[in-house]
């Protein structure tokens, strides 16, 4: 996750609120189609960075059991650790 992806969002989320509200069509309207544009580039871009940002450090790990630790660590290679605990079934 490095800054390239913040960059090139924030250019485009930057061109939908700043740079389109000064080519917006003369009218009537002008001022509430410019409000939207800019509206519309600040909340998607600060929903986005939220979105972003939350994957950097995710507050919710899976959570697993110890079978499927152990059946991950043999497949992937890992250090098994034997503390002479044994699976049994889980109860449903």
């Known amino acids: ?3 390239l992806p913040i960059i090139i ?3 485009i989320f930057g061109v939908v609120g700043i740079v389109l509200p000064f080519v917006a069509p ?3 309207n002008r001022g509430i189609v410019q409000c939207v544009l800019i509206l519309t580039g600040v909340t998607c871009w600060l929903f986005w ?3 972003y940002m939350a994957q950097m450090n995710p ?3 899976p959570k ?3 079978n499927t630790i ?3 660590a043999r ?3 890992g250090p098994l650790i034997d503390d002479g605990w044994t699976p049994k079934e889980e109860e449903h």
């Open 9 to 11: 969002c924030t250019a």
């Open 75 to 77: 497949e992937w290679g």
């Open 49 to 51: 960075l939220c979105c």
């Open 1 to 3: 996750m490095g800054a």
């Open 26 to 28: 003369k009218g009537p």
């Open 64 to 66: 697993l059991h110890q």
């Open 70 to 72: 152990l059946i991950m």
């Open 59 to 61: 507050l919710i790990g």
